[in-house]
């Protein structure tokens, strides 16, 4: 069982930034990482997703906007977002893949206000 841990969510002014990080007691080095969000009553949203062995892909609404990496050394992952736009509002969580096996977090809150 791999158990992950959001944190970084919180309210921000348009065009701001925000660091969110996906912690786990698990080496998530062999994991596909993902990051998705979900409004209420939406099916969750591809935000960004890191391989295990380097390669990254972006959601066409967040691209040039976000970045995703690693750090193994704290078994975290991040997700960079910049210029901030109300409508990135929403539950943020992220996903941990190996094999036939998916794991989640419990989300993290991103409101983006004036």
């Known amino acids: 069982q791999v158990q992950l841990v959001e944190s970084g969510g919180g309210l921000v002014q348009p065009g701001g930034s925000l660091r969110l990080s996906c912690t786990s007691a698990?080496?998530?080095?062999?994991?596909?990482m993902k990051w998705y969000r979900q409004l209420p009553g939406e099916q969750r949203e591809l935000v960004a997703g890191s391989g295990s062995g380097g390669s990254t892909d972006y959601g066409y609404s967040v691209k040039g906007r976000v970045t995703i990496s690693r750090d193994p050394t704290k078994k975290t992952v991040y997700l960079q977002m910049n210029n901030l736009k109300p409508e990135d509002s929403a539950t943020y969580y992220c996903?941990?893949?190996?094999?036939?096996?998916?794991?989640w977090g419990q989300g993290t809150q991103v409101t983006v206000s004036s």
């Open positions: 996903k941990a893949v190996l094999g036939g096996f998916s794991y």
């Open positions: 698990t080496d998530l080095s062999f994991y596909t």
